[in-house]
């Protein structure tokens, strides 16, 4: 029987993934996380379905060394791809980010218009669209890749004229799709979320997969009866493939308390 109290495990090609961490962190706070940002690999959108396998794989074995009890994918991509392949080979319980967002998108859509913006692996792997399909076949679904969002958000350029400038030419042919409903598909996405929303406008709901993901991870722990005991005192742990204090300057201007230490691994060894 596992250990209810261990952490739960949660890796991203980079820095995007804080976001389902920091959610994971607000809603469930009796839990505990270990992080593996890929920071030597990023990013994982313009690379193969094959390539995201392997990628995935060596990083689930360095977080079962950790002891966790749980994985969240906490990358559209890396969801998109190996999601399938993990769930068939893996005896913990693991969830991804592309289930949760398409669900509530498909929730809160009045017209049966629904955008998802993303990498282009995640708008290729048509996965959004396929989830969508299958509760709903009769909505529309429309995508974007927006592959400049992730560098600028891991350059800090979140209130920036130049974020404006390219986020507004990608929305554009969102805004003339009539959706009204926008799926955040790409973790790095939701710390644009001002930005999207001063584009899209107000008629459009704004989905953040992260948050989204949270809420189902304990559902999950509750039915796999691994919820944290109530007076659990939280740990959290941090680790990357490189770029270690680049990674602890970002963490720190969005996580809600502060990293004092991120540890760098070769995660090529694993």
Known sequence: MRDCNAPVGVFDSGVGGLTVAREIIRQLPNESVVYFGDTARVPYGSKSKDTIIRYSGQIIRFLKTKGVKAIVIACNTASAFALDTIEKQLDLPVIGVVKPGAKTAVATTKNKRIGVIGTEGTIKSALYTEYIHGIDPQIE?????????????????LHDKVTDEIAARYLKTLQDEDIDSLILGCTHYPLLRSTVAKIMGP???LVNPAYETALELGTLLEQKQLRADENHRAEYAFYVSDAAEKFKDFANSIMPFHIEFIEEIQIEAY
């Open 141 to 157: 679904v429309v995508g974007k890749a927006c592959p400049l969002f992730c560098p600028l958000v891991e350059e800090g350029m």
């Open 203 to 205: 008629e459009v709901n």
